[in-house]
DNA sequence: ATATTTTTATACCGCTCGTTAAGAAAACGA
DNA sequence: TCGTTTTCTTAACGAGCGGTATAAAAATAT
């Protein structure tokens, strides 16, 4: 299994978990490499031997992101119904901004606030955007089904709900309480679509 | 009026609104002084001169931020309704964050991405929750005159608002066109409640 | 005119940033 | 044991940052 060479002395898995808590917290301009390296308990150039440059690292740090904080798309997406799926969504993301023991809000709407020079805003709105199109996806499918009524607009409902999570992330961050969230998740359900007759 | 001295230059008033323009694009951090200097169209040390450093420049660039485009919150508390209060304020949000020829979102939400060691996410937290407050306010005034139902609770009303705000402008800076936000906002409304009876 | 006050323009400061060069250290194959 | 390969640590690089020292320029006051 090992070639020849020197074998790393740290975890990546770990490693790549700690970048994923600075970017998390800092943004991906506010997190140095200085931090960043601290964090993740090894030297800078460790850092580019095993990751590549800044960009290269937050993307995989997204990736990861993806993959252990936001699993409640994927459970909503499977939900049986269309206002299961948009509830599930809601309340899921409501959580996972106010998650005790992480930094509060969501890396992929925060960590990149303005269009920047660089590709890294892209990179986070083009992964807001394919959440979206999953959900406007599902709720095609709810239309064509008659689980939605045929006179809905899916991409609106979904535009919709993207807007509520953007908020909730937003909302998070300034330090309003789970509970709060979820009220709104709540509220904004009774602006959901019930299934067709 | 004139007092000794070489006189300025420049108009003050119109550098602080090309700082604002500056500050909204690029946010607090992504906003350098040589860029901010640049686009006012002075010097650096004329820019502390005028302004004093970064911090104070931005404090008064989200005042006059306020003044100019954020005139829509106090459009809508002046409503006579608790729901033409909440439609007034998404809808001219809606339109204060895709306004054409500006930049896209809201300075208030989009300047300062993470809490900082500074004080400028907290400049513009309170900021947010100021607004916020103003809703409550009103709303609680709508439950004593019988212009919301009893059983609301106004602080709740208003977080749903600004929770559907911050998302605009999250939206926004991700080229989501007015007409998308229009729609979510009428759809939000679908979740406010109508006069009590 | 001359002294005083304020703004102007240029150049520079120390600091932090992302990134990398250089060599010692630790594994492998022969 | 000896090269080879990779990772390790240390130290430094150039660039850009916020902020300022300096002195010339332009106004008023006497």
Redesign the interface.
Known sequence: MAGPGRPRAFDTDAALDAAVEVFW???F??ASLTELSSAMGINKPSVYGAFGDKAQLFQSALHRYVERNMGYVTDALEQPTARECAQAFLTGNARAVTMPGRPA?CLS????????DSGEYAVL?RN??TVQQLFADRFRRAIAVGDLPADE?PD?LA??L??????????A????PRE??L??AH?????FPSTAT
């Open positions: 917290r800092r943004g301009a506010g809000g709407v925060q960590a990149v606030a303005t269009p920047d709105a807001r955007a607009d609106e535009t919709f993207i807007t509520l999570s953007s908020g909730f992330a937003i909302r961050a300034d330090g309003t709060s969230l009220a709104s509220r904004a359900m009774s602006a």
